[in-house]
């Protein structure tokens, strides 16, 4: 199974420092050599957005005032079971802080 796991950012999101880069890169390194990371990658903040409407379509650049929480990064991966990805989020969350990650199954 495929997760696609976001991590969202606000107000609150304190900076990246030199010991979560440590962390991070010793964690993304295990889950690469176990075959369970697939992607990984920070998020630009604004990015786009396209809306269509029949033939039109509409792009619009960012940040979108409305979003309360942006995510800033996200993982993909592929594991075995729901309690499988639960538990490399709860590893991440340990890793980065309080916060709040999304984790949706790819179809």
Do not use: W
Not at 4 to 27: Q, Y
Not at 31 to 57: C, D, H, I, N, Y
Not at 75 to 104: H, K, N, Q
Request: charged content about 30%; proline content about 4%; glycine content about 10%.
């Amino acid at each position: 199974m495929r997760y696609l796991l976001l991590s969202l950012a606000d107000e609150n999101t304190p900076a990246p420092d030199e010991r979560l880069f440590a962390e991070m890169g010793a964690f993304i390194e295990e889950m690469s050599a176990k075959g369970v990371l697939l992607a990984t990658g920070g998020l630009e903040p604004g990015g786009l957005r396209m809306t269509s409407a029949g033939e039109e379509f509409t792009v619009t650049d960012g940040p979108f005032t409305e979003a309360k929480e942006v995510a800033v990064g996200f993982a993909l991966v592929e594991v075995r079971s729901r309690d499988e990805v639960l538990e490399l989020a709860r590893r991440f969350r340990r890793i980065v802080g309080d916060g709040v990650s999304e984790i949706r199954r790819v179809q």
